[in-house]
Nanobody, 121 residues
């Protein structure tokens, strides 16, 4: 019964900021990599940022410097700080995580339902 729930999306003016959160819950033994993706209608899902269990980060080249990924291992949560937002950042943003459940030796990749980010003007 592992699930990921995103929050923090909404409507913002160009140049503004949002902070997305994604919390994992359930019978979790450990979480390895965590990531943020985004997808607009008619497009393929795009990797935005990733963070390892040790805190190493990577970003899409076009977003580096505006977006920052971080995680709180004690809370099983990954964040995406988005600054200087542009209309082209309008997307549904999804998190995923590689999770080992209690009682399991296998890692599975879980996805959240997504949160809408809309940047106006």
């Amino acid at each position: 019964q592992v699930q990921l729930v995103e929050s923090g999306g909404g409507l913002v003016q160009a140049g503004g900021s949002l902070r997305l959160s994604c919390a994992a819950s359930g019978s979790i033994l450990s979480i390895n990599g965590m990531r943020w993706y985004r997808q607009a209608p008619g497009t393929e899902r795009e990797l935005v940022a990733a963070i390892s269990s040790g805190g190493r980060t990577s970003y899409a080249d076009s977003l580096k410097g505006r977006f920052t990924i971080s995680r709180d291992n004690a809370e099983n949560t990954v964040y995406l700080q988005m600054n200087n937002l542009k209309p082209e950042d309008t997307n549904v943003y999804y998190c995923n995580a590689d999770i080992v459940k209690l009682g399991s030796t296998s890692t599975f990749r879980y996805w959240g339902q997504g949160t809408q980010v809309t940047v106006s003007s």
